[in-house]
Structures are given as structure tokens and as C-alpha cells.
T-cell receptor, first 114, second 110 residues
Framework: DGGITQSPKYLFRKEGQNVTLSCEQN?????MYWYRQDPGQGLRLIYY???????QKGDIAEGYSVSREKKESFPLTVTSAQKNPTAFYLC?????????????FGQGTRLTVV | DAKTTQPTSMDCAEGRAANLPCNHS???????VYWYRQIHSQGPQYIIH???NNETNEMASLIITEDRKSSTLILPHATLRDTAVYYC???????????FGTGTKLQVIP
């Protein structure tokens, strides 16, 4: 089955540690996105990538980093510079085609920093 | 991206039609209207999208006004499983970034 996979589902880290969240898709989509969601809030865009080896900052990129070395993979690193990293993180992908940008989402990773 | 405005929350009786409005008065001619929903602690799910004409699929109907400044998502017979947050977004596609607002929290009441 085609889809987008995030792992792990739950992640616990100590304060001050960097942590990397995985996102893999087998949909052959060009564009990939990372969002952050806090309790009771909407989705906020962290980073997005339109093509391999290229990515752009979203609305809340500070304290995060990404890479896009392969079309299928778009890992997100939450660095120690992120002041409030505890949140629900969602990865998504789209074809990138005009008029057909239905976004497919993973099931999310819930990060808790203690 | 054009901005969207949605009510924060709505209730609907089970079995009745749920009509969720969305205002997008600054939408440009090449932007589509998309609807997604998010059930608690899951990733959002695509529902439907349209440009000018009304659209219907197995999940819902989308009614877009003639001036395209607003739209309504219709769930014809709401069930308890339709309780979720519904997001309306506008996007022209291609490689434009996809941004979400805070959505409408729909509560279906038995």
C-alpha cells in the first residue's frame, strides 16, 4: 500500500538533546512538509521541500533542521535550540502538481521532552 | 496563500446534515478550495476539493459560491465518527506551500 510513514509514534527525550523524527513516503511525491501541532491548536508549518536537495523554511523553523537527500525521505531534527519542543509533529506529502495537491499525512509523532 | 475564516466550533445532531462554512474572500483565480478533517491525535485526512464548480464524492459535497469568496462543506448524514476538526484551505497547487488554519471543531451529538 502506498502511504506516508512516521516513526516512532511516541518519543521521549531529555531536555538539551537533539532528536530526529523520521518521515518516509512511497507515493513518488515531489513535495514534503513538516508541521507542528500543539494541544487544541491548528497545524503550523515548520519546513517544506519541493524537490530533492532543496527545502524552505515555514512559519516556525527556528530550532529545527531538515534534509532531503532522497525523494522518499524528509527527516526533521528538533535541536536543543527549540525552546518548547514538546508537541505533536506531522509529516505530509503532495504531488506538487497544480490543482492536484491533495496532501497525504502520516499518523504523527508525539514528542515529549522532559 | 489566501486566508480562510471558519467558525471555531459547531454542533450537529446525528443523522442530520452538517454544513460547515468557510470564508476565503481574498482567493485568487487559480486557487483551489480544499477540505481536510482531523480526528483526535491522528493525521489529517483529505475530504474534497474544488475550483469553481460544486463537487461531490462519497464523503461529502462542496458548494462554492459564484464569486468564490466562500464555500460550504456538507456531510449529508452526520455520524458520531464525523466528530473531528475540519480545515478549509486554499491553495493553487504546484509547489506552493500548504498552510492550515485552526479549523472548525464539529461535534456530532447522539
Amino acid at each position: 500500500d502506498g502511504g506516508i510513514t512516521q516513526s516512532p509514534k511516541y518519543l521521549f527525550r531529555k531536555e538539551g538533546q537533539n532528536v530526529t523524527l523520521s518521515c518516509e513516503q512511497n507515493l513518488n511525491h515531489d513535495a514534503m512538509y513538516w508541521y507542528r501541532q500543539d494541544p487544541g491548536q491548528g497545524l503550523r508549518l515548520i519546513y517544506y521541500s519541493q524537490i530533492v536537495n532543496d527545502f524552505q523554511k515555514g512559519d516556525i523553523a527556528e530550532g529545527y533542521s531538515v534534509s532531503r537527500e532522497k525523494k522518499e525521505s524528509f527527516p526533521l531534527t528538533v535541536t536543543s535550540a527549540q525552546k518548547n519542543p514538546t508537541a505533536f509533529y506531522l509529516c505530509a506529502s503532495t504531488t506538487g502538481q497544480a490543482g492536484n495537491t491533495e496532501a497525504f499525512f502520516g499518523q504523527g509523532t508525539r514528542l515529549t521532552v522532559v | 496563500d489566501a486566508k480562510t475564516t471558519q467558525p471555531t466550533s459547531m454542533d450537529c445532531a446525528e443523522g442530520r446534515a452538517a454544513n460547515l462554512p468557510c470564508n476565503h474572500s481574498t482567493i485568487s483565480g487559480n486557487e483551489y478550495v480544499y477540505w481536510y478533517r482531523q480526528i483526535h491525535s491522528q493525521g489529517p485526512q483529505y475530504i474534497i476539493h474544488g475550483l469553481k464548480n460544486n463537487e461531490t464524492n462519497e464523503m461529502a459535497s462542496l458548494i462554492i459560491t459564484e464569486d468564490r469568496k466562500s464555500s460550504t462543506l456538507i456531510l449529508p448524514h452526520a455520524t458520531l465518527r464525523d466528530t473531528a476538526v475540519y480545515y478549509c484551505i486554499v491553495n493553487r497547487g504546484g509547489y506552493q506551500k500548504v498552510t492550515f488554519g485552526t479549523g472548525t471543531k464539529l461535534q456530532v451529538i447522539p
